[in-house]
């Protein structure tokens, strides 16, 4: 039989019922979120080159199926750092998204771990790190490095107090995209209160009492509680672009400094080189993630998918790979272990299922693709996620 987690004990709401697929989360929490905070999780930079081949590539990879294969006792578990998840999928960080539902950070890490797969908590998430850790202590932190090693120094000590045995650092970042998107939505950073936005909640009453009001009155105006050692600015402060600027000039010493101060894994997240893999593994790093930030950043950044087999082959079959940007079925998880990912890291569609429905919504899409990927291995002909490769794809020209 296949081998999941225990299922959740919370309830499923009747709004579920009509989630099918990751997918259909999207539009409902378009219905259910103001403008500019569902156009801050949709959007990406520029013109959305990137966003789309994250979504293009997969149809230019057929799948293989092998027949009369006892495929009865598959598993779908995988082991990462030594620890067995149950499930070759987790929660990509996502920055602000206690602002899509109450208590967002929290929502996701419990979902996770009541699932049994991997979860990565944002460095600019608004709920303090030490309350995720101390709920869900098997959560990863992802770190975007401040400005210069004092406070890298301090950040990292920070989130070794607070029980995080994984780190994750993000470096592609450098300075700010461009990302015409959140205007056009009338997103801002710091957000900026306008009768647009006034009108938004009006129109959205459950989301300004559920999640809006509702964390206001218990715990006072949000900030980005993670940045740094100390607690960061609050999110309507003009100071939070000065936060986020001035990383333009670190380097990979840098890393090598957090490499020798961090003792457990650590995970280098946002490339998309055999150059650079290869160079985060000579300095130690234990895994690294092909991503192109969701499309965030670069517009015409390739897609992860189309360097993960290069990648896979320069830095050995042993190193593990994780890749995440544009999965959103079962059949996109399972192309990409074909090509040697050991795990996907997958984003927008969770925050959407925690926007329609808190920790159940998250619970139910974690179901949703875990069944995708155990049905696809069974018509696969695999019992174990080890058992896919090269033989499972075949390239073929995307449907016009």
């Given amino acids: 039989m296949a081998n999941y987690a225990e299922p959740s004990s919370v309830p499923v709401p009747a709004a579920l019922r009509a989630m099918l697929s990751l997918h259909d989360f999207e539009d409902a929490a378009r219905r259910r979120l103001p403008r500019p905070i569902f156009g801050y999780i949709a959007g990406a930079a520029e013109d959305n080159t990137s966003l789309r081949d994250n979504r293009g590539v997969f149809a230019e990879y057929g799948l293989v199926t092998r027949v009369l294969r006892d495929v009865s006792q598959r598993s779908q578990s995988v082991t990462l750092f030594g620890q067995r998840y149950s499930s070759p999928f987790g929660i990509a960080p996502m920055g602000i998204n206690a602002l899509s539902t109450y208590r967002g950070d929290l929502v996701l890490a419990r979902a996770a771990q009541q699932a049994g797969v991997v979860s990565i908590m944002s460095g600019t998430s608004l709920i303090p790190m030490e309350a995720v850790a101390r709920e869900s202590p098997a959560t990863w932190f992802q770190a975007y490095l401040p400005g210069d090693p004092a406070r890298i120094d301090a950040l990292i000590d920070r989130v070794e107090r607070a029980g995080f045995n994984t780190l994750v650092v993000t470096v592609d970042i450098p300075i700010s995209a461009n990302r015409e998107n959140n205007i056009r939505t009338g997103f801002s950073t710091p957000l900026r209160p306008s009768l647009r936005l006034a009108w938004d909640g009006l129109v959205r009453p459950r989301w300004v009492l559920d999640t809006f009001l509702r964390t206001w009155l218990r715990h006072g105006m949000p900030h980005f509680e993670n940045s740094f050692a100390t607690r ?129 919504g998250v619970a139910h899409a974690i179901g949703l693709l875990r069944d995708e990927v155990d049905r696809n291995m069974a018509m696969l002909g695999v019992t174990a996620c080890a058992e896919l490769g090269p033989q499972h794809l075949i390239r073929q020209r995307p449907a016009a």
């Fill in 232 to 360: 960061g600015a609050p999110i309507l402060s003009p100071s939070v672009l000065r936060d986020f600027s001035a990383r333009d000039h670190l380097s990979w010493q840098h890393l090598e400094v957090i490499r020798r101060r961090w003792k457990g894994p650590l995970v280098v997240k946002g490339l998309l080189s055999v150059d650079d893999a290869l160079q985060a593994q000579r300095l130690g790093a234990d895994a690294i993630v092909l991503s192109n930030h969701g499309g965030r950043q670069l517009d015409g950044a390739c897609s992860p998918m189309r360097v993960l087999g290069s990648v896979v082959q320069a830095v050995g079959p042993d190193y593990p790979v994780l890749i995440d940007s544009g999965f959103r079925r079962g059949s996109d998880v399972l192309k990409a272990l074909a090509l040697g990912a050991r795990l996907v890291l997958i984003g927008r569609p969770f925050n959407y299922a925690a926007a329609v429905a808190g920790e159940a």
